[in-house]
């Protein structure tokens, strides 16, 4: 059974930094792909960064990009998202996710199956 448990959510300031953690388990693919999707109360859920987890090629949201990066410790079974510089419009419920052959979320050239059950982010002005 493949367990997906994010951590790391918190309040903070505009302009704080947060680390994201997602915890895999039970998870038998190798050389495929991770990422993190974020939700706002009332906005529909959208990607936020994807990792090739055979290569370490990664892809960013326009929104993100030279803010946060995504990183995976492969020996810890660890996906981390590191986000600098955090907006109040960077508020959502972030959510972890892992391809599988049956996803139907695409995003960043990856297909999604798995998905962790959110860690909270709010960033006040």
């Given amino acids: 059974q493949v367990q997906l448990v994010e951590s790391g959510g918190d309040s903070v300031q ?3 930094s947060l680390r994201l953690s997602c915890a895999v388990s039970g998870y038998r ?9 974020r939700q706002a109360p009332g906005k529909e859920r959208e990607g936020v960064a994807v ?16 803010r946060f990066t995504i990183s995976q410790d492969n020996a810890k ?4 998202l590191q986000m600098n510089s955090l907006k109040p419009e960077d508020t959502a ?20 199956d798995y998905w ?3 860690t909270q982010v709010t960033v006040s002005s």
């Fill in 14 to 16: 505009a302009g704080g």
């Fill in 29 to 37: 693919y190798s050389n495929r792909c991770m990422g993190w999707f």
């Fill in 51 to 66: 990792i090739s987890t055979g290569g370490g090629s990664t892809y960013f949201a326009d929104s993100v990009k030279g």
């Fill in 77 to 80: 079974n660890t996906l981390y």
């Fill in 93 to 112: 419920m972030y959510y972890c996710a892992a391809w599988g052959e049956y996803g139907r979320i695409w995003y960043g050239g990856c297909r999604f």
């Fill in 116 to 118: 962790g059950q959110g």
